[in-house]
């Protein structure tokens, strides 16, 4: 990608065989997201602090994006405003042309509805098969059983769990399951998909099999990623890199010279 584009509105990065279509006219006209001049606080009184100092930053559509650095840097803080999950407290925030400073508790969750999320801890539930913690996901979208079904076992044949549909997360693998996690993500067919630390619990080989797995179906579904990680393994798999540090962005689009 071309430096100049790093904050700015770039062509999307599929490669021009992509089965993905273009989005409607209206809809390419504003980026995935978009945030300007985001502070961020903990906290009330003497004990108020700040965690994230004047972010600006523009993701493209169907972009897949890598943010990294220290730990407390608010990497999980950004990507928590980001997915509606915590209020915007000043400045702007917006995704999919929504702005959520000010949002109500609907149009939070509205804009939750657009979005995947995946956890370090995979946060399978227990007691349900690989099968029926996809199907949650599915349980507010308007569709009929039939369809349901299909997508299902289409998603969970697409990450090789096409043998464990009916297994319980004990008798899956650490690695299995964050597939399960990606699985349920993905099976609503979100326009983005926020990450934290997918890889963490797995060894280098599972951790890129499920990063790579990620990026492939987002990339089929025209799907925007950002994913948090420490693990510099996966980087080269990015579209562009984004760095923290103590609260402020670093972004850098030469992900090839960074990634060596
Ligand atoms: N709920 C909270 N209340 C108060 N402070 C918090 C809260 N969550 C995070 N913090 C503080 O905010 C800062 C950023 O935390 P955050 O979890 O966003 O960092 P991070 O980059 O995700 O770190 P890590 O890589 O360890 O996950 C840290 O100083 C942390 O201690
Ligand atoms: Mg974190």
């Not at 319980?168 to 990606?182: D, E, H, M």
């Amino acid at each position: 990608m071309n430096p100049s584009d790093s904050m700015g509105y770039a062509a999307p990065t599929h490669p021009t065989n992509s089965p993905t279509p273009p989005p409607p006219h209206s809809l390419s006209m504003y980026p995935a997201i978009s945030i300007r001049q985001l502070n961020h606080y903990y906290g009330h009184g003497p004990l108020k602090k700040q965690v994230l100092f004047n972010i600006n930053l523009d993701i493209n559509r169907g972009e897949i994006i890598i943010l990294t650095g220290p730990s407390g840097s608010g990497k999980t803080t950004l990507l928590t405003l980001m997915g509606g999950l915590r209020s915007v407290q000043a400045g702007n925030l917006s995704i999919l042309g929504q702005e959520l400073l000010h949002a109500t508790k609907e149009q939070m969750t509205l804009a939750r509805r657009n979005i995947g999320f995946i956890f370090q801890a995979h946060n399978l539930l227990n007691f349900l098969t690989a099968y029926q913690n996809v199907e949650m996901a599915l349980e507010i979208q308007d569709i009929t059983a039939a369809e349901a079904d299909t997508r299902i076992r289409t998603v969970l044949s697409a990450v090789g769990l096409e043998h464990r549909i009916d297994y319980y997360p004990s008798g899956l693998s650490g690695g299995q399951k964050q597939r399960v996690a990606i699985a349920r993500a993905l099976v609503s067919q979100p326009k983005i998909i926020l990450a934290d630390e997918p890889t963490a619990a797995l060894d280098k080989k599972s951790g890129r099999d499920v990063v790579e797995i990620m990026e492939n179906l987002a990339r089929k579904q025209g799907c925007t990623i950002l994913l948090v990680t420490h693990d510099n393994r996966i980087l080269d798999l990015a579209d562009r890199i984004i760095y923290m540090e103590d609260g402020s962005l670093v972004s850098r689009s030469d992900v090839a010279a960074i990634a060596q």
